[in-house]
């Protein structure tokens, strides 16, 4: 194995490997690991324990979408949202090496070494030249409210280890990032304007979006907010003064001196998998001196996509799994008054049609020896047959309804189609779960 010895090989097949390689060459990112081994055993013990828990968060996503029932599903991803984008926040923290550091503590320090600057300076004046108790009281409550604002949060280390994670990223990243995050401070908040954004330096929006994302990485271990089914408008792409996008209410809007902060992210993914695309980008740039360029965007967005739809797809076969085994049921035992009417309902076909559609390529490149013509066909035979009688049997009495349900029930799982269903469901779950956790170069060719 060239460059590689046999007791470097586990590089190959890593974790590493697969959350940072990316369509590189596998021997020769392997090589770079090991470089790494050797150079900085803390910092290759660091960027191993980072892909670590990126990979967690994934299975973390993927296993909670396939094990909460339909019902509940919506709640959980809501919560699971803060959890992920909490997490993957947390890798900068790791990746920079900042160590937190409390107002209290940060004061005391800065007291010490004598640099506390201008505001401490002021502060010390106007107290000392203060008379009586009510005076001192609402000075002291200003200026260490501003010596906070101005002075710590400015100052303190890991909020400045996240402005220079993302201000250290190369101009094509930053120019992608600031085209899709758009930030907006103002006294109300569904009064957007683009063009503020737009005359913005760089550095302002560096220094806006590194700060948004310190304050998601605080604001989840400081804020329980519950799930509300009827305001879900933090998943509706839509039209703000001409801006694409979501209103992001995932976290609650802070208020820096008096104003609203309204975020629009204009992408259509989650806001933990653009922290991971930050975090990924900046470890293979800075650890792995792997020089991209924005092409590794689209190859990243591309791999996150697949992932994404392939286990809408699977979520969609266990479905339809679940309604085979209720028409079994309903066909070898005697109906309940209280029995569920899932049996009655529509196999689905609208995720596998999503995926072949949106990834054809990588199907045909990687999973051709699924049968999902075959599945395609079952699916839309037997819906047919369900559609014909819930329109014969629109206005039936229930128990009327009831007795001709079991003949259909007998007829469709007599169906060859139905055996080939069951069959191409285990086939297409055996060939797909496996490629969805294999590197990009897999994929992408």
Same mark, same amino acid.
Not at 104 to 114: S, T
Not at 326 to 349: I, P, Q, T, V
């Given at each position: 194995m060239n460059g590689i010895n046999e007791k470097d090989s586990w590089l190959i097949h890593s974790v590493a490997h697969k959350i940072l390689c990316a369509r590189y060459d596998p021997i020769a990112f392997a090589v770079k690991l090991r470089d790494l081994k050797n150079a900085n055993q803390s910092r290759f013990e660091k960027l191993f324990g980072i892909c670590a828990r990126l990979e967690f968060i994934e299975q973390l996503r993927h296993t909670l979408s396939l094990a909460v029932s339909p019902k509940n599903l919506q709640a959980a991803l809501y919560q699971l949202d803060r959890l992920v984008t909490y997490l993957t926040t947390t890798c900068i923290d790791i990746a920079t090496g900042e160590r937190y550091q409390a107002y209290h503590e940060w004061l005391q320090q800065a007291y010490g070494v004598n640099?506390? +600057?201008?505001?401490?300076?002021?502060?010390?004046? /106007?107290?000392?030249?203060?008379? &009586?108790?009510?005076? *001192?009281?609402?000075?002291?409550?200003?200026?260490?409210?501003?010596?906070?604002?101005?002075?710590?949060?400015?100052? @303190?280390?890991?909020? %400045? $280890?996240?402005? +220079?994670?993302?201000?250290?990223?190369?101009?094509?990243?930053?120019?992608?990032?600031?085209?899709?995050?758009?930030? /907006?401070?103002?006294?109300?908040?569904?009064?957007?304007?683009?063009?503020?954004? &737009?005359?913005?330096?760089?550095?302002?929006?560096?220094?806006?979006?590194?700060?948004?994302?310190?304050?998601?990485?605080?604001?989840?271990? !400081?804020?329980?907010? !519950?799930?509300?089914?009827?305001?879900? @408008?933090?998943?509706? $792409?839509r039209r703000t003064n001409g801006i694409d996008g979501y209103v992001s209410i995932l976290f609650p809007p802070l208020s820096p001196k008096g104003k609203h902060r309204t975020?629009?992210?204009?992408? +259509?993914?989650?806001?933990?998998?653009?922290?991971?695309?930050?975090?990924?980008?900046?470890?293979?740039?800075?650890?792995?001196? *792997?020089?991209?360029?924005?092409?590794?965007?689209?190859?990243?967005?591309?791999? @996150?996509?697949? %992932?994404?739809? &392939?286990?809408?797809?699977?979520?969609?076969?266990?479905?339809?799994?679940?309604?085979?085994?209720?028409?079994?049921?309903? !066909?070898?035992?005697? !109906?309940?008054?209280?029995?569920?009417?899932?049996?009655?309902?529509?196999?689905?076909?609208?995720?596998?049609?999503?995926?072949?559609a949106k990834h054809e390529a990588v199907y045909h490149h990687t999973l051709g020896r699924i049968p999902i013509n075959t599945y395609l066909a079952s699916i839309e035979r037997i819906n047919l047959k369900i559609a014909e009688f819930n329109a014969q049997c629109a206005d039936y009495d229930w128990r009327i309804k009831a007795r001709e349900m079991d003949t259909l029930f007998s007829e469709i799982i007599k169906l060859p189609e139905a055996r080939q269903l069951i069959r191409c469901i285990e086939r297409i779950r055996q060939y797909l779960f496996p490629t969805l956790d294999v590197p990009y170069h897999y994929h992408y060719h």
């Amino acid at each position: 194995m060239n460059g590689i010895n046999e007791k470097d090989s586990w590089l190959i097949h890593s974790v590493a490997h697969k959350i940072l390689c990316a369509r590189y060459d596998p021997i020769a990112f392997a090589v770079k690991l090991r470089d790494l081994k050797n150079a900085n055993q803390s910092r290759f013990e660091k960027l191993f324990g980072i892909c670590a828990r990126l990979e967690f968060i994934e299975q973390l996503r993927h296993t909670l979408s396939l094990a909460v029932s339909p019902k509940n599903l919506q709640a959980a991803l809501y919560q699971l949202d803060r959890l992920v984008t909490y997490l993957t926040t947390t890798c900068i923290d790791i990746a920079t090496g900042e160590r937190y550091q409390a107002y209290h503590e940060w004061l005391q320090q800065a007291y010490g070494v004598n640099s506390l +600057g201008d505001n401490w300076k002021a502060a010390i004046e /106007e107290l000392n030249e203060a008379e &009586g108790d009510l005076e *001192i009281a609402e000075l002291f409550i200003k200026w260490t409210s501003r010596i906070y604002e101005e002075d710590y949060q400015e100052k @303190t280390s890991i909020r %400045r $280890a996240f402005k +220079g994670f993302v201000c250290d990223m190369p101009n094509w990243f930053r120019k992608w990032l600031f085209k899709e995050y758009i930030i /907006e401070y103002s006294d109300n908040p569904f009064a957007l304007r683009k063009r503020e954004w &737009g005359k913005l330096t760089d550095e302002e929006k560096c220094k806006r979006n590194a700060f948004y994302l310190y304050d998601l990485r605080n604001l989840y271990t !400081h804020t329980v907010i !519950h799930y509300q089914p009827m305001d879900s @408008t933090q998943r509706f $792409a839509r039209r703000t003064n001409g801006i694409d996008g979501y209103v992001s209410i995932l976290f609650p809007p802070l208020s820096p001196k008096g104003k609203h902060r309204t975020v629009i992210l204009r992408i +259509g993914f989650d806001e933990s998998d653009i922290v991971r695309l930050l975090v990924v980008a900046w470890l293979r740039r800075n650890w792995l001196d *792997i020089q991209d360029d924005e092409s590794f965007i689209q190859r990243y967005l591309d791999r @996150t996509d697949y %992932r994404r739809l &392939g286990f809408e797809f699977l979520l969609e076969l266990k479905y339809n799994l679940k309604l085979v085994e209720e028409w079994c049921s309903n !066909h070898l035992y005697a !109906h309940s008054l209280n029995r569920s009417y899932l049996s009655e309902s529509k196999l689905e076909d609208t995720a596998a049609k999503k995926f072949i559609a949106k990834h054809e390529a990588v199907y045909h490149h990687t999973l051709g020896r699924i049968p999902i013509n075959t599945y395609l066909a079952s699916i839309e035979r037997i819906n047919l047959k369900i559609a014909e009688f819930n329109a014969q049997c629109a206005d039936y009495d229930w128990r009327i309804k009831a007795r001709e349900m079991d003949t259909l029930f007998s007829e469709i799982i007599k169906l060859p189609e139905a055996r080939q269903l069951i069959r191409c469901i285990e086939r297409i779950r055996q060939y797909l779960f496996p490629t969805l956790d294999v590197p990009y170069h897999y994929h992408y060719h």
